[in-house]
């Protein structure tokens, strides 16, 4: 039976964690309610055997680590990310339309456009204020109401609609916010973006006497995540792609027992590419080894390498699970099926970093503890997605293997999980980080 625990747990993450400022927030939060230590990258670092740290990089990635008692040799390294597909503001978002006032946006990643119509939409983002002190300052603001909307046009005003028309992000998917009193409609800063930011940073951090300076915001879907089917063995919600992993790879490290050298990265930015500072394409686990290496381990240039390939990676980002409604767009030997525990990804053109060594370990591990695995590979005929796992491998050379849990919707407003599969990961990966021996 799935752990309602688990369960209660995760689903207060993924509702927490609008955008991915507000995740990395909330698992330092956990991490400091277990002991580890905050690092900040501009600070020397003072590390210890046996010591647990973690680095946040941008306020939206973090690599946390816990090191072992004797020199550090090798580590157990489990990767996921924190962004998922969705609408973006633009700098200057204003739209007044009709005497209705909206917000421009641009699609971040690779979202399915349809379902964001006719939804409750929330806001939440960072914004970056000048305080009447003249300090300047970060502040995260989540506006977890529903205060936009994206109507759609009416079936008898579109009779085509339902043969596949194409969506136009740039002119029909603006968020309506508030149909403005006539007296304003020419009275542009009363409905000015600034002035709905310090209407919200003043309820929810309590300042004013602010100046907008700059933000990053998103709208999102406010429904909270839910358990259904008849006997509850599913999970529903906004951003399982790649929260989920996340979740899961926080809990291994948690749960771990110490013994081993153990870290967990989350980078941002992996739905459109990686190719940040804070990206998997970017240097912050490459600088955090360096430093690892030169504080713990065996030092300099060849302690590193030998350290890196002492070490494995476990990828974990989600899987295509088998569609009931679309089998024909599996291959007929790889439709994973949700509740059947996680799923080893493959691709021969380096899509997915595993091979058949990484793969041997990741079934040895899960043949050890009892949990089922699967295997997913896309049609020969369909193209194929990609993760943070073969960016890691090729930037910093470690073996790797990409993983994940089954899901319905990827890149839907709201996807769909099994129940039962975080905990058969959080089980593995939590065993993964206890391993002593990782060839």
Not at 283 to 290: E, G, P, S
């Amino acid at each position: 039976m799935f752990n309602s625990n688990t369960l209660m747990r995760l689903f207060d993450f993924l509702h927490s964690s609008p955008m991915p400022w507000h995740a990395v927030k909330q698992m330092t939060e956990r991490l400091d309610a277990a002991g580890f230590k905050p690092l900040d990258e501009v600070e020397a670092w003072s590390l210890v055997p046996g010591g647990r740290y973690y680095t946040v990089r941008n306020g939206s990635s973090l690599i946390a680590f816990q090191l072992p008692q004797c020199t550090l040799e090798s580590l157990r390294m489990i990767g996921a990310h924190t962004d998922s597909p969705g609408l973006r503001l633009k700098p200057r978002p204003t739209i007044t339309s009709r005497s209705w006032l909206q917000l421009g946006i641009e699609v971040y990643g690779g979202a399915l456009l349809a379902p964001w119509f006719d939804r409750d939409l929330g806001l939440a983002g960072r914004v970056h204020v000048r305080k009447a002190d003249g300090t300047i300052e970060g502040l995260l603001i989540n506006v977890d109401r529903p205060v936009a909307i994206i109507p759609s046009l009416a079936i008898h005003l579109d009779r085509e609609v339902n043969q596949g028309k194409a969506l136009n992000a740039q002119t029909q998917m603006a968020p309506i916010l508030w149909q403005m009193p006539e007296q304003m409609q020419a009275e542009s800063e009363h409905h000015d973006i600034d002035t709905l930011l310090k209407r919200w940073i003043k309820e929810q951090h309590n300042i004013d006497q602010i100046s907008i300076l700059d933000f990053e915001l998103g709208f999102y879907d406010v429904q909270p995540p839910s358990q259904l089917g008849i006997e509850g063995e599913l999970i529903a919600s906004a951003r399982l792609d790649n929260l989920l992993s996340c979740f899961c790879g926080l809990e291994a490290l948690l749960q771990s027992d110490g013994t081993q050298g153990v870290l967990f990265v989350a980078n941002d930015h992996e739905e459109v590419g990686s190719a940040s500072a804070s990206g998997a394409h970017g240097t912050m686990l490459a600088d955090v080894l360096h430093r690892l290496n030169d504080a713990v381990g065996v030092g300099g240039e060849e302690g590193r390498v030998r350290l890196i390939q002492r070490s494995r990676m476990i990828s974990c980002d989600n899987a295509h699970g088998l569609h009931p409604n679309f089998a024909d767009k599996h291959d007929a030997a790889h439709g994973p099926k949700l509740n059947a525990g996680p799923v080893i990804k493959v691709n021969a053109n380096q899509r997915y970093a595993t091979n058949s060594a990484t793969a041997a370990m990741f079934r040895d591990i899960c043949h050890t503890q009892g949990v089922p695995v699967q295997t997913f590979v896309t049609r020969a005929d369909m193209g194929c997605g990609s993760t943070i796992g073969p960016i890691t491998a090729s930037e910093i050379g470690v073996p790797t293997i990409d993983v994940g849990l089954p899901q319905w919707a990827m890149h839907s407003i709201r996807e769909t999980a099994g129940a039962h599969d975080p905990d058969h990961l959080i089980h593995v990966l939590s065993a993964f980080c206890n391993r002593a021996v990782l060839d």
